[in-house]
């Protein structure tokens, strides 16, 4: 028997970085890694609220019910058993922070963590979500994406894929510590939803998307079920859709300017030109890699359907290269484009009728009206 169940998080060489381990107390060898770890490692914090969570699990199954202090004792020595409470559930250890924390089992901690969720997403659509696999190229945008389908748990598998480090200037967007510049993004964003759910399947893409693995990021061990792009590079912008088009998987895009969200139901049909036509059908990654800059510029253009964004946006487009370096980006636009993307990947896994198209929830237009108070 293994000493502990492990689970990988990450692709890196240090293994401390990519793994967190479980530890159940009623199997003797990993009662013994699990002894021998925390005296091995006395600066381990150790963080045990299990009848804490005992007792909210007993409240949400009895909903119409006010239970006493004593009847809730009862009903937690009861869920207990015979056993010592540190034998109940699982104990989940997070190298990269040194902290030990017992958790209700997988099961139990599902059920009391997504409790929440009812009933604006059923059990049973739980029950379908959880049998899904999303994928999200790009940590930006991409980041907020993939931790608001991790709280939400509308999947069973997210597959990260981005290339780069967190610099200091991404934190005007991006929710992470100081104390992770120069971690890969993969990391950062693998390290946040195992601190969410450990028990949700992580695979990470650290040297991001390429011609050689795209095909494995979409479909090795189940295809994806929706593909969220949010990556800067245009030529994997065009080859993601084109693999993921043959593989007949929705892609969706959300823009951080006017709330835009675009969603192209390859799954519905296969033969839709890419981005709503507005490229040309026939580009290729090669092709796209001999660009020039100013090709480059027009491309994004075409894309972003330039006479649309926001005067903002259009106006520093025109300043990169002179006083700043790229576009800008905001907390707020990619907060709101996290969420359209959670949401518009969980209407899509519930076969809900989400049609192909381009979107704005334009914040301005929203608010920029008078009060009508």
């Not at 994806?224 to 949010?230: F, W």
């Amino acid at each position: 028997m293994s000493l502990t169940t492990e689970r990988t998080l990450l692709t890196s060489k240090d293994d401390a970085i990519k793994t967190v381990q479980f530890f159940r107390l009623k199997h003797p060898a990993q009662l013994a890694a699990f002894k021998a770890l925390l005296t091995a490692h006395p600066a381990i914090q150790v963080y045990d609220t299990i009848r804490q969570q005992l007792k909210e699990l007993i409240k949400t199954r009895h909903p119409g019910e006010r239970l006493s202090d004593p009847i809730l004792e009862e009903k937690i020595a009861i869920q207990l058993g015979s056993g010592p409470a540190e034998e109940y559930g699982v104990w989940v250890y997070y190298p990269w922070s040194q902290r030990m924390v017992h958790l209700l089992d997988e099961a139990e901690f599902v059920e009391l963590r997504t409790s929440r969720n009812q009933h604006k997403i059923t059990a049973a659509e739980m029950q379908q979500l959880a049998h899904k696999k999303i994928g999200i190229i790009g940590l930006s945008v991409g980041q907020s994406a993939a931790l608001t389908i991790a709280i939400e748990r509308l999947c069973g598998e997210i597959r990260i894929a981005d290339f780069d480090t967190l610099d200091l200037s991404n934190l005007n967007r991006i929710r992470a510590g100081a104390y992770n510049i120069g971690l890969l993004k993969t990391t950062i964003v693998a390290r946040e939803i195992a601190e969410i759910d450990p028990f949700l399947q992580v695979t990470c893409f650290d040297a991001g998307i390429t011609e050689d693995n795209i095909d494995t990021f979409l479909t090795e061990n189940g295809r994806l079920d929706v593909l969220v792009e949010e990556c800067d590079s245009m030529e994997i912008k065009i080859l993601s859709r084109q693999r993921a088009r043959a593989a007949q998987i929705p892609v969706i895009m959300e823009t951080s300017d006017r709330g835009m969200m675009d969603i192209e139901r390859f799954d519905l049909q296969p033969d839709r030109p890419l981005l709503h036509g507005k490229v040309q059908d026939n580009l290729s990654y090669s092709s796209i890699r001999t660009f020039s800059g100013e090709e480059r510029m027009q491309l994004v253009r075409d894309i972003l359907d330039f006479d649309n964004i926001s005067d903002k946006l259009r106006s520093s487009i025109a300043e990169i290269g002179k006083t700043i370096t790229t576009w800008p980006q905001l907390a707020s636009a990619v907060a709101l484009g996290g969420a359209m993307a959670a949401h518009v990947c969980r209407e899509i896994c519930l076969e809900r009728p989400i049609a192909s198209g381009r979107y704005y929830a334009d914040p301005d237009l929203v608010f920029n009206h008078s009060s009508t108070h």
